[in-house]
């Protein structure tokens, strides 16, 4: 891989939730930047997989969102059907907020399954919500994985310090968008995370530049504020984040796009 090859990583995106899917799909590999396709129900899978057919940059993962589990928790048993053929899974997790209260149970249900199932096949990169559930996310993955069988990524972590240190001991990753660099809470929690734990993220459709959505590729600009947050370079902190990007790649038995000729 030349360094010239990929521009930047995003490791939660909605691609399938954008008005225009393919043309989001496309975008990726013309700015190069390597993209986890999340999906909020098993059933939009197989539709993301063949937007994403033959784009080296965007990777599909099968997820089941814990804002979804009241109406669709039968689609469960497809999950981990589908997890048996896709090593990247997402988006899955526990949602603590009020307007989710009654799905609680259920949700602890799909989390547990999709977790116990990813521990069973081995090589799975799960990309965890874990809104009002920090510490109830961190206390499952602890009960049901081990980081030889199960790479998880805290997306969009708001959790504790002290709640990312415990994850963190787990193996879990941190994948960081530019919402949480906007306060002093998120900055601190920034500046306590592994360097060799994080990534860079953006949930678009779910967050915005000004008054346009965001795109995979403004995960460029989150690195230099990255940088700036940590007290590094852009360069060391792009060299991290790709390292970092890499390993987890691996884990799934990917790689990261390598440079073509004319590109």
């Known amino acids: ?24 799909v496309a975008s990726c590999a013309r700015d190069r930047i390597v993209t986890l ?21 965007v990777l599909t993962a099968v997820g089941l969102h814990p804002e979804v589990v009241w109406e669709r928790h039968g689609e469960v048993g497809l999950l981990e059907e589908y997890m048996k053929d896709n090593t990247l899974v997402g988006e899955i997790g526990l949602d603590g907020s009020p307007q989710h209260k009654d799905s609680w149970d259920k949700q602890v249900e799909v989390f547990g ?10 090589g799975r990169v799960v990309s965890i919500h874990s809104r009002r559930a ?37 193996g879990c990753y941190f994948s960081i968008n530019r919402r949480t660099l906007e306060h002093d809470a998120g900055l601190a929690l920034v500046r306590s995370l592994p360097a060799d734990r ?15 959505k965001s795109a995979p590729a403004d995960v460029v600009e989150t690195m230099t504020e990255l940088a700036d947050a940590r007290g590094v370079s852009t360069a060391e902190m792009t060299q991290m984040l790709t390292a970092n990007a890499a390993h987890v790649l691996e884990f799934a038995g990917l790689k990261v796009p390598a440079d073509t000729p004319g590109r």
């Open 113 to 122: 399954r999709a977790l116990a199932t990813a521990q069973r096949l081995g």
């Open 1 to 24: 891989m030349t360094q010239t090859s990929v521009r930047g990583f995003d490791f939660h995106c909605h691609l399938d939730l954008y008005p225009d899917p393919a043309a989001m």
């Open 198 to 212: 994080m990534l860079t993220e953006t949930d678009g459709p779910f967050t915005a530049i000004g008054s346009r």
């Open 134 to 170: 920090a510490n109830e996310v961190v206390k499952c993955l602890g009960e049901r994985i081990t980081a030889d069988r199960v790479l998880p990524i805290l997306h969009w972590f708001s959790g504790s310090i002290g709640a990312a240190r415990k994850a963190a001991q787990l």
């Open 37 to 57: 396709a999340v999906t909020t129900t098993p059933r939009a899978w197989p539709q993301n997989r063949k937007w994403a057919a033959g784009n080296a940059f």
